[in-house]
């Protein structure tokens, strides 16, 4: 907690990366919450699904979106992705039209993966190598803190604006898109490379290429990391009701695990973190595992929280320390591209996660919670094995300027 303080007052940057991240969350969230308020209140939910389907699509085609950091600016692609999902968030307040419910959903989807994927640039652009734990820290911190207050005040935003107008919904779905295109206000000049990537170019007066191992690697464990989060977090309400909580604890308990998450993050920003990232991000996912095999014992309801918050601490460990592992396998002048990939297989993941679940969790809870746990010990010891292979082979960061063979 004390370095990311530190970090903070040192860098003007990080400053803004903190007020822009909470500015785009909270939107993100608040707009999300009165979305399908809106559409519903129109009898019109047929059509926000649709929506939802082509952000998702949007969402498969971030490894080309990806690249626009890579080739042109970073903060021309960030800008682009405030302006594309700011428009896309406004036209949420149509509910007549397949094609603008479509293209809303698209236009949010392609701006959402711009400004996701354009923010890993911004972190590597803040401070140094020592300072990378704190900043991944500061960006967890704060999309956990938009997430949580976006959340928070969408009914309440709602009833306020009631007072004046007599249709609110769609109020707030333009305040919120309002509020977005504001956050471009923060958004400075980032640098495109490090100046040792540039050099390392005009030295060997080639073109640069990624690794297909490490491009392999990547698709795959973004498929992973889709199929472990859309196989446990939309039934972790069923999971929670299973287990005796009462539907009025529900959102009590779900609203605990943000807080949690907003807790835990700044604990992970020391500068040791950086140093025994490998061991905390296979520790961490082998105890995020291990907690959800918990869920299968049917426990008193007073050690429901304890497991949640034990689940949350370890989740922000394990969140943090592998971007602290990617950031160190990515080469600077393919991170866009990277992280596009990343995302992409995320949405595939996400997508088969999603439907699978459902099979396993109408069949029986328990095989499905230790179908969710297994995937997670063995995406801790691939993921370990592979960064441990990337880094031996010295085909990951500048050290890779062309396809290993």
């Not at 009590?252 to 695990?257: G, T, V, W």
């Not at 835990?264 to 973190?273: D, N, R, T």
Request: aromatic fraction near 12%; hydrophobic fraction near 50%.
């Amino acid at each position: 907690m004390k370095n990311l303080t530190l970090t903070l007052r040192k860098y003007a940057s990080a400053r803004a990366f903190l007020v822009f991240s909470i500015l785009f969350y909270l939107a993100m969230y608040v707009s999300k919450t009165v979305h399908a308020l809106w559409f519903n209140e129109q009898h019109a939910l047929p059509l926000y699904g649709f929506s939802y389907t082509m952000m998702a699509v949007a969402g498969v085609l971030s490894f080309l979106t990806g690249r626009l950091g890579d080739i042109f600016s970073p903060s021309f692609a960030l800008r682009t992705g405030v302006i594309f999902y700011s428009i896309g968030l406004f036209l949420r307040i149509i509910t007549n039209s397949i094609v603008i419910a479509g293209l809303s959903g698209f236009i949010a989807g392609i701006g959402a993966s711009l400004v996701i994927v354009s923010m890993r640039h911004w972190i590597l652009s803040i401070g140094e190598q020592e300072d990378r734990p704190a900043i991944v820290s500061l960006k967890e911190t704060s999309r956990n803190v938009g997430t949580s207050i976006g959340t928070a005040i969408a009914g309440i935003s709602v009833i306020g604006v009631s007072l004046v107008f007599s249709k609110p919904l769609p109020v707030v779905l333009i305040l919120s898109a309002i509020l977005c295109f504001s956050s471009l206000l923060f958004i400075p000049k980032i640098q495109k490379t490090n100046k040792k990537d540039t050099k390392e170019k005009e030295k060997t007066n080639s073109k640069p290429r990624v690794s297909k191992r490490l491009l392999v690697g990547v698709i795959t464990f973004g498929v992973i990391a889709g199929l472990t989060v859309s196989m446990l977090a939309p039934y972790l309400p069923i999971i929670l009701n299973n287990q005796g909580v009462s539907v009025s604890l529900i959102g009590i308990y779900m609203a605990l695990i943000s807080i949690c998450g907003v807790i835990s993050s700044p604990m992970f920003s020391g500068k040791k973190i950086n140093e025994n990232k490998t061991k905390i991000f296979f520790l961490s996912e082998l105890f995020v595992g291990i907690v959800t095999l918990l869920f299968i014992l049917n426990l008193p309801s007073i050690v429901i929280p304890l497991i949640l918050i034990l689940r949350a601490f370890f989740m922000a460990g394990s969140i943090i320390s592998q971007e602290l592992l990617e950031l160190d396998m990515f080469p600077k002048y393919a991170i866009g591209m990277l992280y596009g990939f990343s995302q992409s297989s995320f949405f595939i993941g996400d997508a088969i996660g999603g439907t699978l679940g459902g099979f396993l969790y109408n069949l029986n809870q328990d095989f499905a919670l230790l179908a969710c746990a297994l995937l997670t010990l063995i995406n801790a010891l691939l993921f370990t094995l592979f960064y441990k292979y990337i880094k031996q082979t010295s085909i990951a960061g500048d050290q890779c300027v062309s396809v290993a063979k």
